[in-house]
């Protein structure tokens, strides 16, 4: 999951052409500042959450392995799922 974020964001930051290692765009530097920090956010957010989706998952497999697969893989389909709507406000062109 952390890959798919990250294989988008590493995108993203090349063609909007935002250096490292600024972690978001400046507005004042790059015209697509905001197209570009939204795709930063989420990515942000999938590490920010990761480690406590990890250590639940690991507790709760320990009593209901079953139970705690399918709902781990359902949690990482919507995560993915969030990251690729973060990317398609991204795209919209500005209004």
Not at 10 to 25: E, F, L, Q
Not at 78 to 92: E, F, T, W
Request: glycine share 6%.
């Amino acid at each position: 999951m952390c890959a798919c974020v990250w294989v988008g964001t590493k995108r993203r930051r090349r063609r909007r052409r935002v250096k490292y290692p600024n972690m978001y765009a400046d507005k004042k530097e790059n015209k697509d500042a905001d197209a570009f920090n939204c795709v930063q956010r989420a990515h942000q957010n999938a590490l920010e959450n990761m480690p406590h989706f990890i250590m639940f998952l690991l507790l709760a497999g320990l009593q209901a392995p079953v139970a705690s697969a399918i709902l781990g893989s359902v949690y990482l389909a919507g995560r993915i799922a969030y990251a690729l709507g973060y990317y398609q406000v991204s795209l919209r062109p500005p209004t």
